[in-house]
């Protein structure tokens, strides 16, 4: 049991930091023009609406960015994760 939780603690480590690193490097580089690609992303989503009840206000918003450089770091994240794993 401590190792599933061991696990899944190591996984969302590596996720987190694969996402906050990405995000960093891809507004790092934004200004270079041979590393720039790395900045280029996608945003989607919806935006925030409320809806107004006689006894509260309820709003809901939904918004997802995601950069080359994320996408890179996720894979590299993923397999490393597995590839440690694989290693006990």
Do not use: C, H
Not at 9 to 26: P, Q
Not at 51 to 65: K, P, Q, W
């Amino acid at each position: 049991m401590k190792n599933k939780v061991l696990r899944g603690i190591l996984l969302t480590v590596f996720l987190l930091l694969s996402v906050i690193l990405g995000k960093i490097i891809g507004g790092a580089v934004a200004g270079v023009s041979f590393l720039s690609w790395l900045g280029e992303g996608i945003k989607f989503g919806f935006e925030p609406f409320t809806l107004e009840l006689a006894v509260m206000n309820l709003t809901l918003g939904f918004s997802f960015a995601v950069n080359i450089a994320q996408i890179i770091l996720l894979l590299i994240a993923i397999f490393s994760y597995i590839r440690w794993i694989a290693r006990d």
